[in-house]
Structures are given as structure tokens and as C-alpha cells.
């Protein structure tokens, strides 16, 4: 089986956030807690690349008051990836955060799960609630993808490539995918909005950006049967990811390698 290096790659960030903003359960304590955007390229020995998620543009940084640092596509090319060379993406979900710049992506296939199509283009859309966070340009994006063949559904678990697996866990969306990542320390889980924060899961204690409660609890079970150890878990939006796991030589200040054990745990 194939073992990938998995680079963690910070391309936005959110410093106004606050604390009560990511949990369900809320308590008096508040305060400042940033949050950043990331997207994740997944590379083999023989340098076949696999790429999780395509970020936001400029357009929607500022319509929504984030600040975007680099395009994805100029994170990716610091790491020597040409994202118009790209043939594989997976999209964990259509939030606006995840499922912009198919432009920069003019070769990929995306691999998504037939829920989530039908979550992002369905009734549900009625509901400003889950509308919002939706960028109705990148979801018509991939639908013109779906005429032009470049969508492959996934329905439910997937194994994309040796070594790397897709698994709905709902939730957070009606159709979101976590990936699993054979790698050189063991198997590392990408939790993207399954787990926005370690605290959500360390605390059981959901991001309040929730479809169905039960099924997010239900996926924090299961991203940490696929998981490791707690430190093969990615959490989608967490600053200690860039503090806790080793930085890319010439990329330090946006991006770490997530195949590689941690420097510390704390
Ligand atoms: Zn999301």
C-alpha cells in the first residue's frame, strides 16, 4: 500500500472570530479565538498528487469579512504542485470555504459524495441557515463539472487510490467526506469540518455550523476508529495545526507536513 506525505497548507485566515462562535454548548468564558482556512495536497513516492479541497477567491474573503493570505493555487505552487496540472479533488463538502476556484483546477476530476450534491443543489437551500455559507457560484461550478464529466460520486466509502479512502460522515453537512491517509507514522485521519477545532472533540462539544447534531457525534466516533492515535486527527480549521506538526523548508510560515509526527502535543 501506498504511503503519501500530506502537506497542510494555510491559505486564509479569520482573526476576529470569538470563542462562543465554535461550539454548540456555550459557557460564560469568551474570547478571541482565530480560526484558519487550509486546503491539503496528498503526494506518493512515485509523485502522484491527490488534492483535498480548493479554498475561496478574493471575492468571497470580502464579502465575508476573511482575509485571504495566497490563492490556494499560490500555496500549492510554493510546494512545488501545479494546480492546473491537478487530475484527482476531493471536495469534503460544498461550503464556500472548500469548493471555490474550479478555474484553477482545470484538469481534476472531483470526487464528491452524491449527498452532498444533492444537499447543496436541494430544498434545504430554502433555509437561509444553511444557504449562507454556501457561494451559489461555486456549487453552478460544480454542476457545469457534472456536465463536463468531472464529478465521480462517491456513495458513502470510497478507497480513491491505495492508501487513501473516503468516508461520509454527515453532520456538519448532509453529505460531508472525511479522507483517510496511509502514511510513514500510521494513519492519518483529514477531518475538515467534521472537527473544525481539537477543543470539539477533546470537549464533545460540536461547532455550532450543524445539519443533524447526532450524526457529527456519531462522526467524531468514527474519525477516531479510522484514526490512529488523537494525533492522526487534522481538524479542519485549527491554528495549532501549523504549531504542532513540522514546517515545509522554504513554505514555513503557511505550511506542515501532517505525515510526520508531531514536534510537541501541547
Ligand atoms: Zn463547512
Not at 483517510?180 to 470537549?203: C, F, K, M, P, S
Not at 456519531?218 to 476508529?225: E, F, L
Not at 492522526?232 to 513554505?251: N, S, T
Request: charged residues 25%; proline residues 6%; hydrophobic residues 40%.
Amino acid at each position: 500500500m501506498d504511503k503519501w506525505e500530506i502537506y497542510v497548507l494555510k491559505y486564509a485566515e479569520r482573526t476576529n472570530a470569538l470563542k462562543h462562535e465554535h461550539f454548540l454548548f456555550t459557557d460564560t468564558h469568551n474570547g478571541p479565538m482565530p480560526m484558519d482556512y487550509f486546503i491539503w495536497a496528498l503526494k506518493n513516492e512515485e509523485g502522484r498528487v491527490i488534492i483535498v479541497d480548493m479554498g475561496f477567491e478574493e471575492k468571497e474573503a470580502k464579502k465575508r469579512g476573511r482575509r485571504l493570505l495566497r490563492t490556494p493555487a499560490e500555496a500549492l505552487a510554493e510546494v512545488r504542485i501545479d494546480a492546473s496540472e491537478v487530475e484527482d479533488l476531493i471536495v469534503s463538502h460544498m461550503h464556500y470555504d472548500h469548493c471555490g476556484n474550479a478555474h484553477e483546477f482545470p484538469k481534476a476530476t472531483f470526487h464528491i459524495q452524491e449527498r452532498e450534491m444533492a444537499f447543496a443543489t436541494g430544498p434545504n437551500m430554502k433555509h437561509p441557515a444553511f444557504r449562507d455559507i454556501f457561494a451559489v457560484d461555486y456549487v453552478v461550478d460544480m454542476v457545469r463539472a457534472l456536465f463536463g464529466d468531472r464529478v465521480e460520486f462517491v456513495d458513502g466509502f470510497k478507497e480513491l487510490a491505495p492508501g487513501i479512502t473516503l468516508h461520509h460522515v454527515g453532520g456538519h453537512t448532509d453529505g460531508l467526506q472525511v479522507v483517510r491517509v496511509n502514511t510513514q507514522r500510521g494513519w492519518v485521519v483529514l477531518a475538515v469540518d467534521a472537527i473544525h477545532l481539537y477543543a470539539n472533540i477533546e470537549e464533545i462539544n460540536p461547532f455550532p455550523l450543524v445539519l443533524n447534531v447526532a450524526d457529527m457525534l456519531n462522526g467524531y466516533s468514527t474519525i477516531t476508529n479510522l484514526a490512529d492515535s488523537p494525533t492522526h486527527i487534522i481538524p479542519g480549521h485549527d491554528p495549532l495545526v501549523l504549531d504542532r506538526f513540522p514546517k515545509v523548508p522554504g513554505a514555513e510560515e503557511f505550511a506542515v507536513r501532517a505525515d510526520l509526527t508531531p514536534n510537541h502535543w501541547n
